[in-house]
């Protein structure tokens, strides 16, 4: 089944220390996004990648770093940089037809918390 | 810029009562319109989504229309269930750039 996985669905981090979570998609989606949800709020966009090696930050992409080496994949690193990373990411992908992004599909969630 | 308001929640219902989670959006050009549904833990699901004015998305019951004089799409269902309880975004995507979420509607459905 095609979809969108990400791994692992509970992590838990020191403080000082840097976290990578994975995120891989097998519907050959070309846009990739990370959204970071915290307690009854809605989503806000840390980075997003149009294709391979590219990225652009979202609005909060301060303390996290991303990389795009393939089309699958778009790990997110949250760094020691994050002052308050305990939340609940999200990572979903989009294809693009004409120029524009038709819906995203989801990941099913990371939730990071800080120990 | 580019955003979308929706109804602030909660929202409490009881079963088999009509629902309505309204929002708009602020846009500079044409956008599809999508609603999303998230359940506890989980990430989102598509729910239904309208690409141009006057489509009526529909899905499971739910139905939103897409009027672009009143830039609206608001989510409706004649009949709650239990099952329905859950968090519903409204979103829009304009440019192959990023797509934009409101701020979430909880929904609780009494039995």
């Known amino acids: 089944d095609g979809g969108i996985t990400q791994s692992p669905k509970y992590l838990f981090r020191k403080e000082g220390q840097n976290v990578t979570l994975s995120c891989e998609q097998n519907?050959?989606?070309?846009?990739m996004y990370w959204y970071r949800q915290d307690p009854g709020q809605g989503l806000r966009l840390i980075y997003y990648?149009?294709?391979?090696?590219?990225?652009q930050k979202g609005d909060i992409a301060e303390g996290y770093s991303v990389s795009r080496e393939k089309k699958e994949s778009f790990p997110l690193t949250v760094t020691s940089a994050q002052k308050n990373p305990t939340a609940f990411y999200l990572c979903?992908?989009?294809?693009?037809?004409?120029?524009?992004?038709?819906?995203?599909?989801f990941g099913q969630g990371t939730r990071l918390t800080v120990v | 810029g580019n955003s979308v308001t929706q109804m602030e929640g909660p929202v409490t219902l009881s079963e088999e009562a009509f629902l309505t989670i309204n929002c708009t959006y602020t846009?500079?050009?044409?956008?599809?319109l999508f609603w999303y549904v998230q359940y506890p833990g989980e990430g989102l699901q598509l729910l239904l989504k309208?690409?141009?004015?006057?489509d009526k998305g529909s899905n499971k019951g739910f139905e939103a229309t897409y009027r672009k004089e009143t830039t609206s799409f608001h989510l409706e269902k004649g009949s709650v269930q239990v099952s329905d309880s859950a968090v519903y975004f409204c979103?829009?995507?304009?440019?192959?750039?990023?797509?934009?979420f409101g701020s979430g509607t909880r929904l609780s459905i009494r039995p």
């Open positions: 979903a992908s989009s294809v693009r037809t004409g120029g524009l992004n038709t819906e995203a599909f």
């Open positions: 519907l050959n989606h070309d846009a």
């Open positions: 990648s149009q294709i391979v090696n590219d990225f």
């Open positions: 846009a500079t050009g044409y956008p599809s």
């Open positions: 309208a690409t141009k004015a006057d």
């Open positions: 979103a829009l995507n304009l440019s192959a750039s990023k797509i934009i």
